[in-house]
């Protein structure tokens, strides 16, 4: 065919690196968030919890994306911590959720199990996959193997050093619970039966309890409940030895408060009635801008492990396609490396790999730490029964903190009112 | 019938406080009343009856034991205590001849009264801080202590009993003050001129003619007393262990945190029941001892 057009090698060349390069961009496009835009108009509803720091950057967020998105409204609501898991709890169940929500992993069995969560799409469990820091993806399955949401926030309980501390006390960090307990003997001091310093700490209040003590019965080897969540597992050998080593490291009279006493307790380190750990990122957030800390990941015992309660971006099952394609759109904004990055700066764990790349967040060991301690963590166990089996663990571990009982006690008692809850 | 402004106005006036009354007080009563006998786990929804067996497992609870020896220690401690330093102190108060100092103390003991339970409570737990807390501090002057206070099984109630005074103490002073102007001076003229002495006139004209005010003081203070919650929950969260856990923080407990309203509200009649008869028996003994 003599009139047909022929592509000269020019032109093809032309065409070829135009789709190459439209390929590279698109590629690199997967980076940096892409506004998308939904063909009407969409009100979204934002629930959060109070937390002001990051409360800043997700309504700057949501700011941002509202005016890359003129067509999208979002209502950006904010509860207090105490309440907001019961708030989304019933409201997922009366059936009029907000369209995102941040949800804790121990009241995501509360959604999960009735299967109220929309699964996350396969662009956002690539992102995690492919994006985030390794083991995020396990970290999300955890609850039924499925991708409900990306992190927002790793709460991760690892040890923190006071490197002063360590060093005019000539001591190495310990690398299990077994050796952090013999430092803490020696460096503890009682005068006139009050503890005036110690090796380390635990907040022997409230939830505290059981947080911190599932973390270090993870590193015992052991967990919770059973597979089946029908029992408690945790009245072992070794179950009973995490819970003696819990309770040797609690010094009630010397750190009764939970971190929210941040002031006093920064004073009582500086006044030199020291501890050399404490654990969380909190430290990054300012309550102790004149010590030096570092982290080193998990202690190990029978296996390296620690627990973790993270934060999810979720988003209810029942909303029409418009508006999950608009919410799954606003998380994906909000987990984009720029908005990571503002999490970082405030002290969060930067949940992107390429964020480690940052020479601010590079060089920040001590941050890094908790970064790479995602694959070694669990989640806090969650079960729709799970507050009343924590209120029973709070009770008899709180019981032999004070003496009242011997931890394994604690434990048999902990079967006996846990087992009725779950069975 | 014709609807007169009157009548309509009448019906609104007392409408409003009736349905308010029907909706948020006797409705909840009866429907606990209700709910003690069945099980129900808030948010599955699922109400199954179960007769008495809440009321039964009552009976083999140890958490359910230790609230009620909790709450009797607090409220004998307030009864103990607070009753008569309030009286002290509303005597002492009708001892100062200047009224505007008066004034300025009376205002000084009432301002507790006014401030929320919550804050007192966050204030008196750093203040009960055994290292840097100001309590040990003070007692320490005086060669006291150290003290666990808040983190000692033993010395928790003590503390919880402490705070709850310095929260009470003003509104029963100025009840027992308002008691106190209600004696005619005459009485205690005419006995100075008969020479009895001020103990005498104490317990021969003060105490007997405050009975009024004592018996409202001492039936609302034990029935606030058995329902201390808020200073439990925010100074301790029932703890250390369960050693400082009461009868309403156990109803918080079974109902919000195990969600069994079922159990939890068996408790709430439990102690419904535990208040009225104390209350009676109080009453009754207070007027046949001092009143009669």
């Not at chain 1, 790349?357 to 060991?365: G, I, V």
């Not at chain 2, 205690?188 to 317990?203: L, M, N, P, R, V």
Request: proline content about 6%.
């Amino acid at each position: 065919m003599s009139g047909e057009a022929k592509i000269s090698r020019r032109n093809y060349l032309k065409y070829a690196g135009a789709v190459v390069a439209v390929a590279v961009v698109a590629g690199a496009g997967y980076y940096v968030y892409e506004a998308t835009k939904p063909p009407e108009k969409v009100t979204l509803s934002y629930l959060d919890y109070l937390n002001p720091p990051h409360n800043k950057v997700h309504k700057d967020q949501v700011d941002n994306y509202m005016k890359l998105n003129p067509n999208v409204t979002i209502n950006y609501n904010i509860e207090p911590y105490p309440e907001i898991g019961d708030k989304i709890i019933a409201s997922f169940e009366a059936g009029n959720p907000a369209d995102i929500v941040t949800c804790v992993s121990w009241w995501m069995a509360n959604l999960v199990e009735p299967k109220l969560l929309d699964p996350a799409p396969d662009s956002m469990v690539k992102k995690i996959e492919d994006k985030f820091v390794p083991g995020t993806k396990d970290l999300c399955t955890q609850a039924d193997g499925v991708v409900y949401g990306p992190t927002h926030e790793f709460g991760i309980h690892i040890p923190i050093f006071n490197l002063d501390m360590l060093e005019k006390s000539n001591l190495k960090p310990p690398t299990t619970w077994e050796e952090l307990v013999e430092i803490d003997k020696q460096m503890t001091i009682v005068e006139g039966g009050m503890t005036k310093q110690a090796g380390f700490a635990f907040f022997p209040k409230g939830g505290w309890i059981a947080i911190s003590w599932v973390g270090v019965l993870y590193a015992y080897g052991e967990k919770v409940l059973s597979d089946d969540m029908k029992s408690f597992a945790a009245n072992t050998e070794r179950g009973i030895k995490s819970l003696e080593t819990f309770v040797s490291l609690c010094h009630p009279d010397l750190c009764p408060d939970e971190f929210a006493t941040h002031e006093a307790f920064t004073k009582q380190l500086i006044a030199g009635e020291d501890f050399i750990s404490l654990t969380r990122t909190y430290v990054k957030e300012g309550p102790f801008p004149n010590m030096r800390f570092m982290a080193y990941g998990p202690l190990s015992q029978y296996e390296k492990k620690t627990q973790s309660y993270t934060w999810f971006f979720v988003v209810p099952k029942a909303l029409s396609a418009e508006k999950k394609k608009a919410a799954w759109s606003v998380i994906d904004y909000a987990t984009d490396p720029k908005q990571d990055e503002m999490m970082g700066d405030i002290g969060y764990i930067p949940m992107l790999k390429e964020s480690w790349d940052l020479p601010k967040f590079k060089e920040d060991t001590f941050l890094k730490a908790f970064a790479d301690s995602v694959p070694y963590t669990k989640l806090y166990p969650g079960t729709s029964k799970w507050p009343a089996i924590e209120s029973v663990i709070v009770a008899q571990a709180g019981r032999a903190i004070a003496k009242e009982i011997t931890p394994e006690q604690a434990l048999k008692a902990m079967e006996e009112q846990i087992n009725p809850i779950v069975a | 019938m014709k609807f007169t402004d009157r009548t309509v106005f009448i019906a609104v006036a007392i409408g409003i406080p009736i349905t308010w009354l029907i909706a948020f007080r006797l409705y909840p009563i009866v429907y606990s009343a209700y709910l003690s006998f069945n099980t129900y786990y808030l948010l599955s929804g699922q109400v199954t009856f179960r007769g008495l067996s809440n009321y039964v497992s009552l009976f083999n609870d140890s958490l359910f034991r230790v609230s009620l020896l909790n709450t009797i220690y607090i409220s004998l401690g307030l009864g103990m205590v607070g009753v008569w330093i309030a009286l002290g102190l509303a005597m002492a108060l009708r001892s100062v001849k200047n009224p505007r100092i008066q004034t300025i103390y009376r205002t000084i003991i009432f301002i507790p009264a006014v401030t929320m339970m919550v804050a007192t409570a966050q204030a008196w737990t750093w203040m009960f801080q055994p290292s840097y807390g100001v309590i040990n501090y003070l007692l320490s002057l005086i060669g006291l202590g150290p003290f666990k206070w808040l983190t000692s099984p033993s010395e928790v109630i003590p503390a919880v009993i402490i705070t709850t005074l310095w929260k009470t103490l003003g509104f029963t002073v100025v009840l027992f003050e308002a008691g106190l102007a209600g004696i005619p001076e005459g009485f205690y003229e005419a006995s100075e001129i008969d020479g009895a002495t001020k103990w005498q006139q104490f317990k021969h004209i003060t105490w007997p003619l405050l009975t009024p005010a004592t018996i409202f003081v001492f039936v609302t203070g034990l029935a606030a007393a058995l329902q201390t919650f808020t200073q439990v929950y925010v100074m301790t969260m029932g703890g250390p262990g369960t050693s400082a856990y009461t009868l309403v923080f156990y109803v918080y407990q079974r109902a919000f945190t195990y969600k069994d309203l079922g159990y939890a509200s068996a408790v709430a009649y439990v102690t419904f029941l535990i208040i009225f008869v104390a209350s009676y028996l109080q009453l009754r003994y207070i007027k046949e001892k001092l009143w009669a």
